[in-house]
């Protein structure tokens, strides 16, 4: 496949049957730092036009990657955000006030102030919680021996977390997978179209902005109690700032560990010596956990802008530049990983790049980490006989690998 033959990486519909691990292949061996063309301007639906998309490069190989990463001096999260969309200069200027799309030293204030929340101590404090959890949503399946796997399981665990650390009353967690799906699936037409993202958006300011009142008045032991009362440069944040780091922590803390679990189930159900290797021996279930991050990696790319002109791996590039990190393509990279396209459950080492990497690494690692082994080992032991039973449907993005619906069938118990 000549390079002029690549897909584009902009569109949606490139990814709606998977991740195109051949044309990433060949990036990485024939065009580590490629040029993706963008596109004009266009009515995404009547009144609604989405800006010119200027073209990017990608970014393929583990080690570039990381170096990008790294240099958020040379290659920003907040010039441009971290988004790879160019947006309305009046959109830019909100989501720059989101800790994702901010450069140090505002970035390390704010993230100081929230750090303590994701440690792993305190995270190891909820794994009781957490195994409570799961075991309800395990009991409330087990017994029918067929549901959704993404619904009925993959969906329910991160959102009962979440709620309970946001402080969000448990039975309205469903709102908050609702606006992550209109949100994060507005190019996907089963969830969401560009009026319903913005429906949803300013329906969740005004939520965290009366939970915030409420948090005020009555300080809890939530994340919103926190947000109320953290510091950035000796003030209270704003209500924007606060609405904002909300919007982050129900994106961020939802849809990515229910894709990663729903990803982890589909490749345990396409590798069974894997399944099987892992019920021998519960111990593989940390590593494993870490493989299928690497695997199915649930967050496909996120976005830098060059700050100067400069240089990756040789290629030319100028400030202003979007530069496209693509961890699914460095998780598969064959300079860094045996056997990088097999599925293996003690995978060691693997230093996988699902998570990010730098100043950004995701701050709900632990807690990810920490559902994803719980919830693995309860449906192991459970119903470990759970194979898919209708069509798996993706999720139309270019920028989260999701899953909408597995359907699974496994022994009534
Ligand atoms: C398997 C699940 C998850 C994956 C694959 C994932 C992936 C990522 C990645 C790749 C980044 C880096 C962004 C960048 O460098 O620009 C990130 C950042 C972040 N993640 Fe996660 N994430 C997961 C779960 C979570 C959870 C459960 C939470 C919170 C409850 C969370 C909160 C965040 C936050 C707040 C950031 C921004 C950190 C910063 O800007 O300093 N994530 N995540």
Not at 206 to 218: F, G, I
Not at 272 to 293: F, G
Not at 315 to 334: F, H, L, M, T
Request: proline share 7%.
């Amino acid at each position: 496949m000549p390079p002029e033959t690549i897909p584009s990486l902009l569109e949606p519909e490139t990814f709606a049957h998977g991740v195109p691990h051949d044309v990433f292949k060949q990036l990485r061996d024939e065009c580590p730092v490629y040029w993706n063309p963008g596109r004009p301007a266009r009515e995404r639906a009547v009144g609604i036009v989405e800006p010119e998309q200027r073209g990017f490069w990608v970014v393929t190989r583990h080690a570039d990657v990381t170096a990008v990463s790294k240099n958020s001096e040379l290659f920003s999260s907040e010039r441009g955000t971290a988004i790879n969309a160019d947006m309305r200069p009046q959109d830019l200027d909100m989501f720059r006030q989101q800790m994702i799309h901010m450069d140090p030293p505002r970035h390390i204030a704010l993230r100081s102030s929230i750090n303590d929340f994701f440690k792993p101590k305190t995270i190891r404090k909820l794994d009781g919680r957490v195994r409570e959890l799961t075991r309800e949503i395990v009991d409330g399946v087990a017994k029918r021996g067929e549901c959704d796997f993404v619904n009925d399981i993959a969906a329910e665990l991160p959102l009962l977390v979440l709620a309970e650390m946001l402080g969000v009353p448990r039975e309205e967690r469903r709102i908050l997978f609702d606006w992550t799906n209109r949100l994060m699936g507005l190019d996907d037409p089963d969830y969401g179209n560009p009026y319903d993202a913005q429906a949803a958006l300013m329906e969740l300011f005004q939520y965290s902005a009366q939970l915030a009142n409420a948090r005020k008045e009555d300080p809890r032991d939530d994340l919103m109690s926190v947000l109320v009362n953290a510091e950035l440069d000796g003030r209270k944040l704003e209500y924007m700032e606060i609405n904002m780091m909300f919007f982050l922590m129900v994106i961020a803390g939802n849809e990515t560990t229910r894709n990663a679990l729903s990803g982890g189930i589909r490749a345990l159900c396409d590798f069974p010596d894997q399944r099987a290797r892992l019920i021998e021996d519960p111990l593989l279930i940390k590593p494993a956990v870490e493989e299928i991050v690497r695997w199915h990696s649930p967050v496909m790319q996120f976005r830098r802008t060059a700050t100067r002109d400069t240089e990756i791996a040789g290629q030319a590039i100028a400030e202003d530049d979007k530069v496209v990190i693509y961890y699914g393509s460095a998780n598969r990279d064959e300079r860094v990983f045996e056997r990088a396209d097999e599925f293996d459950v003690g995978r060691h080492p693997n230093p996988h790049l699902g998570f990010g990497v730098g100043n950004h690494f995701c701050l709900g690692a632990n807690l990810a980490r920490s559902e994803m082994q719980i919830m693995l080992g309860e449906i192991l032991t459970r119903i470990p006989d759970f194979e898919i039973a209708g069509p798996v449907e993706q999720m139309h993005s270019n920028f989260i690998h999701g899953i909408k619906r597995m359907p699974i069938r496994f022994t009534a118990n």
